[in-house]
């Protein structure tokens, strides 16, 4: 049970609790327009409080990240276990649980040795919480709650929806977020049924899953075959072309002295190349050659004597005598020049030629080398043979990898198969055996349809064995949209609530956010109120909801269920200060 719930901070108006009924309303001020709103003003962060007091950790989208609450702390009291105890943690050191008793506990909290200021760690404190509340070992290593078993945390979250885990979405999962078969292992555990089996469901799921990657993680060479079939097919394919390029390597001839012989081809190449740079200069050596002896020109006498009769002159004798003797002087060097140059283009002939017969002996023996070693085969082939091999070896091993990772999954379905249904069986033994396990949940469940629906509509629990685990299955007919689910939610905690404080301590509370009667007929709303009262008092526990007083001053009660009684001290206020926390923050 919760009797109070407080804050460090000055304005934080404190909760206090009562046995039975307890509902917080959220006023609208007289001064408020129609434009305000009343979600921000702490209803639900009552249930974030009471939430992080029993070991949730701060989430993303938590109030207390806000900058304002950063340094707060808050506290509770509470009775668990029959235990009266007070609880603190600090946003700002949310790993320590400050945790005081009244009295001596039936099973002792694990705590720090710190004589100031003794805590508590959160594995620590919510391993004795799941003890005291639902019955689950103090100690799970070595039993069967080590690995995958229900934990306080995986099963208190029924008891207190939140909306900000879209708890009110499926009367299955308390948070949207948790997978399906941690929701079969807490239902199962919750209604007194084998939850090992729930668990067992799921580690045939992740083995196969884990095959199923293995699988993948093998066929990236080959992400196109999907299936055993074609990988089959395509295996063999290219085990038949790496026999044939097996077999032609193998008959491939290479020449003797192979080595050598590529050796001289490639020396004769690069001769070959380096006579035709040598040729091509000899050449341009007689091109330029042959171009002086063209240009060699000389002066004539009779050229000169009409440079004179140009210009009206007669050429002296005495200059016609020395012009004659320069001819003869030039005539001279000119002859001796060309006699030079006939002799140097004579020389390059004769080296070109050369150069031309050494060039096509080094081609033709090049050309004689391939010719006999493409008779054998070229050296290059049988590289690229060997290498086109090595590829297709490659490929024959990968795709025999793939082929028995999936003939090994196609063998694991058909087991996993065998197993589910030996699973299947094994769950209806169980529901046989613990029949009246069954007949408490399907009949609490359905108190509080019945009560809800009295218009004779079809409306169930039912608790199914399948091939993929158990299934808990709470239905209302009728239109989605109108409240009908926010419903069944409220059927499966009021059948939590009943059957846990029956058979175990439980926490003795279930705590109903206004959330979950958006959309909700009045008269299912108070119905729904009502019955939560009336099993709380029966067992002796609390039923606490949050509602807006707008929507609970239109709520039809039953007569003589004195509702407003059940209204709590505070009621919160949509003014600067009468939220929850005293001062509006972002």
Not at 45 to 52: G, K
Not at 413 to 433: C, H, P, T, W, Y
Request: aromatic share 8%.
């Amino acid at each position: 049970m919760i009797h109070e719930i407080g804050s460090s901070i000055p304005t934080f108006r404190t909760l206090t609790f009562r046995a039975g009924l307890n509902i917080l309303l959220a006023d609208q001020s007289s001064e408020a327009t129609d434009k305000d709103s009343r979600n921000s003003l702490g209803k639900s962060s009552m249930l974030e409080i009471v939430h992080f007091l029993l070991g949730s950790s701060i989430s993303a989208d938590s109030p207390f990240k806000a900058k304002a609450l950063r340094t707060s702390s808050y506290w509770g009291r509470f009775t668990i276990g029959g235990t009266r105890l007070r609880v603190e943690r600090r946003v700002h050191s949310p790993d320590k649980v400050f945790v005081s008793f009244e009295s001596p506990p039936a099973k002792r909290l694990m705590q720090e040795d710190d004589l100031l200021d003794p805590y508590t760690s959160i594995k620590d404190w919510t391993a004795w919480l799941g003890n005291q509340i639902f019955d689950l070992p103090l100690i799970r290593e070595g039993t069967d709650f080590e690995n995958g078993g229900p934990s306080f945390r995986s099963l208190f979250g029924y008891f207190a929806r939140r909306r900000s885990d879209q708890g009110f979405i499926d009367p299955v999962k308390y948070a949207n977020a948790i997978p399906d078969n941690d929701a079969q292992v807490a239902l199962c555990y919750l209604f007194g049924l084998d939850w090992t089996i729930a668990r067992a469901f799921e580690e045939l799921k992740q083995t196969q899953k884990n095959l199923a990657s293995e699988v993948r993680s093998k066929g990236r060479a080959n992400p196109e075959l999907k299936t055993l079939a074609a990988v089959t097919a395509e295996h063999l394919v290219i085990e038949q072309r790496a026999s044939i390029q097996r077999d032609a390597l193998s008959n491939l001839q290479v020449a003797e002295h192979y080595d050598e012989l590529v050796n001289e081809s490639a020396a004769a190449k690069r001769e070959a190349e380096t006579l035709s740079l040598r040729l091509a200069e000899v050449t341009n050596v007689i091109n330029h050659i042959e171009a002086s002896f063209n240009s060699e020109t000389t002066a004539s006498l009779a050229d000169v004597e009409k440079l004179y009769q140009a210009v009206g002159f007669q050429l002296p004798e005495s200059a016609r005598r020395g012009i004659e003797r320069v001819e003869a002087f030039h005539e001279s060097v000119i002859s001796n020049r060309r006699h030079h140059l006939s002799e140097e283009l004579n020389r390059n002939i004769q080296r070109r030629d050369k150069l031309e017969g050494e060039r096509r002996a080094q081609t033709k023996r090049r050309t004689e080398i391939l010719s006999y070693l493409s008779d054998k085969g070229a050296f290059s082939d049988l590289g690229v043979m060997q290498r086109r091999l090595a590829e297709l070896d490659a490929k024959v091993a990968s795709l025999a990898a793939q082929k028995d990772a999936l003939q090994e999954l196609e063998d694991s379905k058909s087991q996993n198969r065998i197993s589910r249904i030996k699973l299947k069986g094994r769950f209806e033994a169980d529901m046989g055996e613990r029949k009246l396990a069954v007949r408490a949940a399907i009949l609490a469940v359905d108190d509080a349809l019945n009560a809800l629906y009295t218009d004779g509509r079809q409306k169930f629990l039912r608790i199914e064995s399948t091939e993929t685990g158990p299934k808990f299955i709470i239905w209302i007919a009728g239109d989605r949209s109108g409240g009908i689910a926010n419903m069944e939610v409220f059927s499966m905690d009021y059948g939590l609530y009943k059957v846990v404080s029956g058979k175990m301590n439980g926490p003795r509370f279930l705590v109903h956010d206004s959330h979950l009667f958006d959309g909700v007929d009045p008269r299912q709303t108070s119905t729904a109120i009502e019955l939560g009262s009336n099993l709380a008092d029966k067992v002796g526990g609390q039923y606490i909801v949050t509602l807006n007083s707008d929507k609970f001053d239109k709520l039809p009660f039953s007569q003589g269920f004195d509702a407003l009684s059940k209204v709590m001290p505070v009621r919160l206020e949509d003014s600067e200060t009468g939220g929850l926390f005293g001062f509006r923050f972002e």
